[in-house]
């Protein structure tokens, strides 16, 4: 199990932060990869959240393959949202279509560490988990 982060914005995993991947490590799988970012204005401000190139094209290209895909995205225990995954220009993914009310209806704000679990199952989907 891997955390990646945008490149120059790393950040230091807490002792909270590292106990829980350790609660969850026993239920995914040795490849399982997260990304982990704090959210910032540009992201409550438009309808989108982007992840960094090295990760688009390392994770999230080996289960995408289309440009434009649906994904169903959810914080545990919540109601899932449909939004859209789109693949750039510049070869990174961007979450959209959706993404707007998403925070605010889950208690997201600036500030707010988010932990991205991509997977695939029947559905392309997203976890959410909110520190």
Known sequence: MKCASAPGRDINLSTELKDYFKDIAQFLHPSNEFYV??????????????????????????????????????????????????????KRFNLKSGWTHFPTSNGIQVGTICIFHFHQTNQLQATIDVL
């Not at 995205?73 to 789109?86: D, E, K, N, Y």
């Open 37 to 90: 970012t704090t959210i910032n204005p540009t992201f409550m401000k438009q309808d989108k959240v982007h992840f960094s190139k090295q990760f688009s094209m390392t994770y999230i290209a080996l289960i995408v393959r289309k440009k434009t895909s649906q994904i169903e995205v959810r914080i545990p225990g919540h109601s899932s949202t449909t939004m859209v995954l789109h693949h750039s220009t510049e």
